[in-house]
C-alpha cells in the first residue's frame, strides 16, 4: 500500500462516460465509526467497498454516453455494484475493505472500473500531538526564524532549545 492514501468522505469522482467531464463527491453511509486525518472525527470517514448504490452526493455525471436518447443521451444516475482495488489487509467493522486512491467503481449502466477517483478527500490536519512530535531541527527548516519556545500556548510551545 506504499504511497497510496485511503479514501474518505469527500473524495472526488468522475465517470470515463460521461459526456461533458463532470464530477462528484463520494458519501460515505455504512459506518460512523472510523475517520483518517479527522481529529474530531465529523468529516473524514473511511470509504469502504460496501459504498453501493446511489452514494455520491448528487448521483450524477451529467448524461451518460451508455443511454443514448436519439440525439442526445439519458441523465447520468449513479447506481455503484462494486469496487475494485481495495486494501485487503483491513477489515472495518461494516466487513467492508478500504478503498485507495487508485480504487475504481463500477456502475450498473457502465462497465467495470468505468468510474475513477480524482481526489482522495484526505487534508493534512495538524494537531498538538504532531507539534509534540516535531523534531525541532525540522521545524527550524520549514520555519526559519521561529522560535517555539518563546510561544505561551501550551499548543505551540515545543522544547527546541538545541538550535539555540
Given at each position: 500500500m506504499s504511497e497510496k492514501h485511503y479514501v474518505v468522505?469527500?473524495?472526488?469522482?468522475?465517470?470515463k462516460y460521461s459526456v461533458a467531464p463532470q464530477t462528484d463527491i463520494l458519501q460515505v453511509k455504512t459506518h460512523s465509526k472510523h475517520y483518517a486525518n479527522d481529529n474530531s472525527e465529523k468529516d473524514k470517514l473511511i470509504a469502504t467497498d460496501k459504498e453501493?448504490?446511489?452514494?455520491?452526493?448528487?448521483n450524477t455525471f451529467s448524461k451518460c454516453k451508455k443511454q443514448p436518447r436519439g440525439n442526445?443521451?439519458?441523465i447520468?444516475?449513479?447506481d455503484v455494484t462494486e469496487?475494485?482495488?481495495v486494501y485487503e489487509k483491513v477489515t472495518y467493522s461494516n466487513n467492508g475493505k478500504a478503498?485507495?486512491?487508485?480504487?475504481?467503481?463500477?456502475?450498473s449502466k457502465g462497465t467495470p472500473d468505468c468510474i475513477s477517483i480524482i481526489n482522495?478527500?484526505?487534508?493534512?490536519?495538524?494537531?498538538?500531538?504532531?507539534?509534540?512530535n516535531s523534531s525541532p531541527q525540522i521545524l527550524a527548516e520549514i520555519l526559519p526564524g521561529v522560535n517555539?519556545?518563546?510561544?505561551e500556548e501550551e499548543a505551540l510551545l515545543i522544547n527546541n532549545t538545541q538550535n539555540e
Open positions: 468522505q469527500g473524495a472526488v469522482c468522475q465517470c453501493i448504490g446511489q452514494t455520491m452526493k448528487k442526445d443521451f439519458e447520468c444516475v449513479v469496487w475494485s482495488g478503498l485507495l486512491e487508485d480504487s475504481k467503481a463500477t456502475c482522495h478527500g484526505q487534508t493534512v490536519e495538524l494537531s498538538e500531538k504532531n507539534i509534540q517555539f519556545s518563546d510561544f
